[in-house]
Structures are given as C-alpha cells and as structure tokens.
C-alpha cells in the first residue's frame, strides 16, 4: 500500500541556516503530496503542496519539489528562524483512494536556536 | 481565515465509557474526516464523511466507533466503550471537495487519555 517514510529527527539547527527534511513514498498512482507542520500545542496546517510531478510547492520561505523519479518531496528553506520550530510531517492522497485520505509520514520535529 | 474547532481540547474518561468528541468543520465544505495520533507514532486515518455517509473507514474504526453530523454544523466522534488503547490526539479536519487540488484543513485536536 501506499507509504510515506521522512528523515528521524529531531533536527538541531542555528538560527539562519539552511534546512532540509527528506521525505519519499511509495504509491500505486499519482499521488498529491504535502507538507504539514504542527507548531507547539496546535493542530495541523497546511504548509505546501504539490499535485504533479515537477510542481515546486513554496509557503512561508520553505519549498518542496516533487521528484517523480526519485519518488520524493523534499523540505528545504534557506534560512530558519526560531519561529521554524515545529513538527514537520508530509503525507500523499492517492487518486486510487479517490483522494479520501491523507497518508502521513512519522513527522520530524524541528529546534531551531537562536 | 476560517478554522476547524474540536471540543474538548482534552478529555479524561475511564476505561469502558463512551466519550463523544465534537467537531465544527469549516462551513462551507463537505468533506469529513477523522484522523488520530498514538503518542509517538504517525497521524493515521479513521474515517471520511460525505453526504452524511461513511466514505472510507480504516481497519482501526471498528464497530466501537461511530461518526455522525446531527445538525449540519457539527460532526461528531463516538467511541462506545473505550479502551486503553484508545488514548490518542484524535483530528478533525474538513475540505471543500476531494481530488488533487482539494488540501484538508484540520482542527486543533482533542486529546483523549483513557484511565
């Protein structure tokens, strides 16, 4: 079945430097793919997204391109702050699955220091 | 900017009791969702609600839980009589259609510990 697997964290950065979180999956179809983040004691919100191979998905400084032929969508931005530091997780909806569920992958919390 | 809200933010229950957790989806969508998160482990899904119907239940919903819209604003989660194992944040989230382009908005979570 479909799966989302990310890089462990937790990821330690300084404040302005770059970040990248690895994400890649597994599905029978062309998925959608998304970022996520949860900040400290809140839900989950959308932060990018992508639909077909190629796209870029850009929110907020971060960005993520959809890899066909890697089968990854990887999180980079330039340079993090402090306010960066959250949970990150990415997830796919499948068309196969008639787009009625997101597939999560086990989220990489992120400590940005000043 | 319009938001999902879930009641309670945290709910305390002994073992064996039902809980109902509530849900107020964004208004104008039509699109359901419950989803749960094991301290620890990955958001999974349980279950999507179109039309006042199930659409799609994962192998974790079984007939302990139930899901419900009663009165067009709020979308309700039952468990019948919980376990220990049902502790967990459990979201809600809501989208306006399904398909490509259509990205689930989710709510805050109620986290659910079972004594």
């Known amino acids: ?114 | 900017e319009p938001e999902v809200t879930q009641t309670p933010s945290h709910q305390v229950t002994q073992m064996g009791q039902e809980v109902i957790l509530r849900c107020v989806p964004i208004s104008n969508h039509l699109y359901f969702y419950w989803y749960r998160q094991i301290l620890g482990q990955k958001v999974e899904f349980l279950v999507s609600f179109y039309n006042n119907e199930i659409s799609e239940k994962s192998e974790i919903f079984d007939d302990q839980f139930s899901v419900e819209r009663p009165d067009g604003s709020n979308f309700t989660l039952k468990i019948r009589s919980t376990k220990l194992e049902d502790s967990a944040m459990y979201f809600c989230a809501s989208s306006v259609g399904q398909g490509p382009n259509q990205p689930q908005h989710f709510g805050d979570g109620t986290r659910l510990s079972i004594l």
């Open chain 1, 1 to 114: 079945g479909d799966s989302v697997t990310q890089m462990e964290g937790p990821v330690t950065l300084s404040e302005e430097a770059f970040l990248t979180i690895n994400c890649t999956y597994t599905a029978t179809g062309y998925p959608s793919l998304f970022w996520y983040v949860q900040y400290p004691g809140e839900g989950l919100q959308l932060l990018l997204k992508a639909t077909k191979a190629d796209d870029k998905g850009s929110n907020k400084g971060f960005e993520a391109t959809y890899r066909k032929e890697t089968t990854s969508f990887h999180l980079e931005k330039g340079s993090v702050q402090v306010s960066d530091s959250a949970v990150y997780f990415c997830a796919l909806s499948d068309k196969s699955g008639g787009y009625n569920k997101l597939i999560f992958g086990a989220g990489t919390r992120l400590a940005v220091h000043p």
